[in-house]
């Protein structure tokens, strides 16, 4: 087991920046490829990013290329999503997953957080 607690959501400007953490704890977190989703109300959750356990592979959903970036420290079993030129429509819950590939299929991870609030205001 895997479990997953994320943090660091909350409510910014469109153009502001967020970083968000996600703590992992129970099985060998280095072993893992950790996915970032998000889920605005009323859609279904979407990719955003991935990254590989090893940290070589990245993927990034089109919409936030260039403006989010994927990390992670497996010293301190953390992944974390840095966002920066935030707008509108980037506000949903945002969740972290772990899983055995980094790809955009949500079936392809094991183990979700409960989510973190992301509201950008115009």
């Known amino acids: 087991q895997v479990q997953l607690v994320e943090s660091g959501g909350g409510l910014v400007q469109a153009g502001g920046s967020l970083r968000l953490s996600c703590a992992a704890s129970?099985?060998?977190?280095?072993?893992?490829?950790m996915g970032w989703f998000r889920q605005a109300p009323g859609k279904e959750r979407e990719f955003v990013a991935a990254?590989?356990?090893?940290?070589?592979?990245?993927r990034y959903t089109d919409s936030v290329k260039g403006r989010f970036t994927i990390s992670r420290d497996n010293a301190k079993n953390t992944v974390n999503l840095q966002m920066n030129s935030l707008k509108p429509e980037d506000t949903g819950l945002y969740y972290c997953?772990?899983?055995?590939?980094?790809?955009?299929?949500?079936?392809?991870?094991?183990?979700w957080g409960q989510g973190t609030q992301v509201t950008v205001s115009s």
């Open positions: 997953a772990a899983g055995g590939r980094a790809t955009f299929l949500k079936d392809n991870y094991d183990y």
């Open positions: 990254l590989s356990s090893s940290g070589i592979v990245t």
């Open positions: 129970g099985r060998t977190f280095s072993g893992y490829a």
